[in-house]
């Protein structure tokens, strides 16, 4: 994921049942990289269920989580909403990284000049 597209649920399966918790697999449309799962760990609002993403496994483009029948439609609604989020704090991640390069390549440009003016000054003497 390269900060440009967000990351979205494109399939949700049940995949295995444990006693009264189906196992529930989640495609998702792009991996999501580092800083995107960082995102997605620190929900801004969540509420304690099956699909909080501290229960949340992630491998490459794919999630799971259990759940009960009972509470899979909350659950769903819930895991959209964590991934929803996640988007909003990784965009906002990837603009601040993004100022922060601008500025540190802008002083950058400016130390070169004041070295190259201070040799060109060094040159005279």
Not at 76 to 86: E, G, N, P, T
Request: proline share 2%; hydrophobic share 30%.
């Amino acid at each position: 994921m390269s900060g440009h597209a967000d990351v979205k649920r494109v399939s949700t399966k049940a995949t295995e049942k444990h006693g009264s918790l189906f196992v529930i697999e989640v495609k998702l449309n792009v991996a999501p990289d580092y800083e995107w799962r960082k995102c997605f760990e620190r929900p801004s609002t969540y509420q304690h269920n099956e699909s909080h993403p501290s229960l949340v496994k992630i491998a490459g483009d794919e999630l799971w989580f259990n759940s009960t029948e009972k509470n899979l439609e909350e659950n769903i609604k819930w895991l959209d909403k964590y991934i929803s989020q996640a988007n909003e704090c990784y965009h906002q991640k990837m603009a601040e990284i993004t100022q922060k390069r601008k500025r540190e390549q802008e002083t950058e440009a400016k130390d070169k000049e004041e070295v190259e003016r201070i040799n060109k000054m060094l040159e005279k003497l």
